[in-house]
């Protein structure tokens, strides 16, 4: 009776543990074929003053707040240009993992700007070498008041627009580099200011030095620039450090503008003449909906 009573155990017990083994392979082949992408090639979504290729995750709202002091070669009258504040506060969302859109408004000409960016390579193993990353932005400036504007002068001139290829690759886990090739158009621009469509070329790159602190710096070379014009290249240093949910950055540069058209067109400062800004970047997301 004890052999039947087994026998009818094993022949009720045995298929379970069969489907249960075959869901379980199942489950491993699944998670063996997932692709496995390299992350975190920078901390956040700035390298200082211009954006690296990470994008924020879907359902994320991350609130930006840029602040540039005035130069620290004002002297001591100036308080090494704390009197003088520049800031910038935005916001940007997750649409997707890959697909971000923002908006901000910065002092620096009143400027308002609006962007889009799109993660289309992400560099894995035995996959793409990099990481590539679209942007895209429009810039207004509300400065000046209709009232002062020269005659002739449109609403649609205030506008300007700026196209950019995000391009890192993550050599170490300490090392990340990135390119950054660069357009900007202006549909009006000044005499003496350059022509309406310029071209740069951005370089950066991230040393990690702990866990939680990094060093940043990024370069944008204006190439063939219309002579004459007072402006020179951006150059920005950064110490990244992570706390948490946000991500805190002290910057030195040469540029107190925090939207392409004015660091990557308008920088009238010389990094090497003590033309140099201390400011911060201070990042904090909010997850909005739940991650699957």
């Known amino acids: 009776m004890k052999h039947i009573s087994l026998l009818v155990l094993l022949a009720c017990v045995g298929p379970l543990a069969a489907q249960a083994q075959d869901d379980l392979l199942n489950q491993l082949e699944k998670t063996t074929d997932a692709p496995t992408y390299v ?4 901390k956040g979504t700035r390298l200082v003053n211009g954006h690296s290729v990470e ?12 602040h540039r002091f005035g130069r620290l070669n004002g002297g ?10 520049f800031v910038r506060i935005g916001l940007e969302y997750g649409i997707t993992d890959n697909l971000g859109v923002g908006i901000g408004r910065n002092s620096v000409d009143k400027t308002v700007d609006s962007y889009l960016k799109y993660k289309l390579l992400r560099q894995r193993p035995g996959g793409s070498p990099l990481t590539v990353t679209a942007f895209g932005s429009a810039a207004y400036k509300t400065s000046p008041k209709d009232d002062d504007v020269p005659p002739g002068f449109k609403t649609s001139d205030r506008l300007a627009y700026t196209a950019q290829l995000l391009v890192a690759r993550k050599l170490t886990s300490k090392l990340s580099l990135q390119l950054m090739p660069t357009v900007v158009h202006k549909n009006f621009v000044g005499e003496g200011s350059g022509r309406n ?3 740069a070329l951005g370089m950066g790159g991230r040393i990690r030095l702990t866990r939680s602190v990094s ?4 370069y944008y070379y204006r190439i063939q620039p219309e002579a004459g014009t007072p402006y020179k290249d951006a150059l920005g240093l950064a110490i990244d450090i992570e706390t948490g949910g946000h991500v805190f ?4 540069t040469n540029t107190r503008g925090m939207v392409e058209r004015t660091f990557v067109t308008e920088t009238d400062g010389d990094f090497f003449d003590g033309d140099i800004h201390l400011g911060f970047n201070v990042t904090r ?6 991650q699957k």
Do not use: H, M, P
């Not at 994008?55 to 840029?66: H, V, Y």
């Not at 997301?285 to 739940?290: D, N, R």
């Open 39 to 42: 992350s975190q090639t920078f």
């Open 55 to 66: 994008t924020i995750g879907a359902g994320t709202l991350e609130f930006i707040f840029s």
């Open 76 to 85: 001591l009258y100036e308080l090494f240009g704390l009197d003088d504040a």
């Open 197 to 199: 469509d310029q071209f």
């Open 215 to 218: 060093v940043n710096a990024e």
């Open 249 to 252: 950055q002290i910057v030195l």
């Open 285 to 290: 997301a909010f997850q909005l909906k739940k």
